[in-house]
C-alpha cells in the first residue's frame, strides 16, 4: 500500500505483546483466514449484526470486503479505523474505532472479535487499551462507547477492567430474536484512573487531517 497516498497506513499502536497497524493485503488475507476459522461458539451470536452466521469461506471473504469497505467509505465526517492485531506477526483479531463528526463530538465507539484460538488469553483488553490510548491521547478523545449482549460476560469484563460505566440498555432484533445490549461508556477522567497499560502510538501526525483534526 502507498502510504503518501493514505498515511493511516504508516500507524502502528504497540502494547507488550501488540502490535495494531491497517492491514495491506497479505494481512487482510490472514484476517479473512481467522475469520473463517472460526471466531465464537457457533451456538450463540454475540454480535448485534450476525456477520458470522454463514459458512467459513463467505465469512472469510465478508470480512475482506468489510475492511476494504471501511477505506473505500472514509470520510473525515464519518469513519471507521479497522486495525488488525498482531502477537509475534501474526493475526489474532481485529479492533475497530468509529465515530461520527468526531471533530465536533469527540466522542467515537469500539469494536473487536478474535479467532478462537486466541481467545482467554487477555488480548481482548489489551487491543482495546491500545485503540483508547488512539482515542484519547492521540485523537483527544472526550469518550468512548462501546456495547454488548447482556449474555456476553467476557466482553463486558473487558470494559469493566477498563473503567467503562454502564449506560442503560437497548433491545435489537438479531436472527429474529430480541436481545438485550448493554451499553457502556468511557469518559477521559476514568480512562486516566483505569490505565495501567504501557500504549505507544507511531506515525499518527500525517494521518490527523483524516479524521478532521
Same mark, same amino acid.
Given at each position: 500500500?502507498?502510504?503518501?497516498?493514505?498515511?493511516?497506513?504508516?500507524?502502528?499502536?504497540?502494547?507488550?505483546?501488540?502490535?495494531?497497524?491497517?492491514?495491506?493485503?497479505?494481512?487482510?488475507?490472514?484476517?479473512?483466514?481467522?475469520?473463517?476459522?472460526?471466531?465464537?461458539?457457533?451456538?450463540?451470536?454475540? %454480535?448485534? +449484526?450476525?456477520?458470522? &452466521?454463514?459458512?467459513?469461506?463467505?465469512? !472469510?471473504? =465478508?470480512?475482506?470486503?468489510?475492511?476494504? @469497505? $471501511?477505506?473505500?467509505?472514509?470520510?473525515?465526517?464519518?469513519?471507521?479505523?479497522?486495525?488488525?492485531?498482531?502477537?509475534?506477526?501474526?493475526?489474532?483479531?481485529?479492533?475497530?474505532?468509529?465515530?461520527?463528526? %468526531?471533530? +465536533?463530538?469527540?466522542? &467515537?465507539?469500539?469494536?473487536?472479535?478474535? !479467532?478462537? =484460538?486466541?481467545?482467554?488469553?487477555?488480548? @481482548? $483488553?489489551?487491543?482495546?487499551?491500545?485503540?483508547?490510548?488512539?482515542?484519547?491521547?492521540?485523537?483527544?478523545?472526550?469518550?468512548?462507547?462501546?456495547?454488548?449482549?447482556?449474555?456476553?460476560?467476557?466482553?463486558?469484563?473487558?470494559?469493566?477492567?477498563?473503567?467503562?460505566?454502564?449506560?442503560?440498555?437497548?433491545?435489537?432484533?438479531?436472527?429474529?430474536?430480541?436481545? $438485550?445490549?448493554?451499553?457502556?461508556?468511557?469518559?477521559?477522567?476514568?480512562?486516566?484512573?483505569?490505565?495501567?497499560?504501557?500504549?505507544?502510538?507511531?506515525?499518527?501526525?500525517?494521518?490527523?487531517?483524516?479524521?478532521?483534526?
Amino acid at each position: 500500500m502507498a502510504p503518501q497516498v493514505w498515511p493511516l497506513y504508516r500507524l502502528r499502536i504497540t502494547t507488550p505483546r501488540l502490535e495494531l497497524r491497517l492491514p495491506d493485503l497479505d494481512l487482510l488475507g490472514e484476517l479473512a483466514e481467522s475469520a473463517a476459522a472460526g471466531v465464537h461458539d457457533e451456538t450463540r451470536m454475540p %454480535f448485534t +449484526v450476525p456477520w458470522t &452466521a454463514v459458512g467459513p469461506e463467505e465469512r !472469510g471473504r =465478508a470480512t475482506f470486503q468489510y475492511v476494504l @469497505g $471501511t477505506l473505500a467509505n472514509w470520510r473525515a465526517e464519518d469513519w471507521t479505523l479497522s486495525l488488525v492485531v498482531l502477537r509475534d506477526g501474526q493475526v489474532v483479531g481485529l479492533q475497530d474505532l468509529s465515530a461520527a463528526d %468526531f471533530a +465536533v463530538t469527540r466522542e &467515537a465507539g469500539t469494536g473487536s472479535w478474535l !479467532g478462537l =484460538a486466541h481467545q482467554g488469553q487477555g488480548y @481482548g $483488553t489489551e487491543m482495546r487499551a491500545a485503540v483508547l490510548h488512539l482515542a484519547f491521547a492521540g485523537l483527544g478523545a472526550r469518550a468512548v462507547t462501546s456495547s454488548a449482549m447482556t449474555d456476553n460476560p467476557a466482553s463486558l469484563r473487558v470494559s469493566e477492567k477498563l473503567g467503562y460505566v454502564p449506560d442503560g440498555l437497548a433491545v435489537t432484533s438479531v436472527q429474529g430474536v430480541a436481545r $438485550t445490549l448493554r451499553r457502556l461508556r468511557l469518559n477521559r477522567a476514568d480512562w486516566e484512573a483505569h490505565r495501567s497499560l504501557p500504549v505507544e502510538i507511531h506515525d499518527l501526525a500525517p494521518g490527523l487531517p483524516l479524521f478532521g483534526l
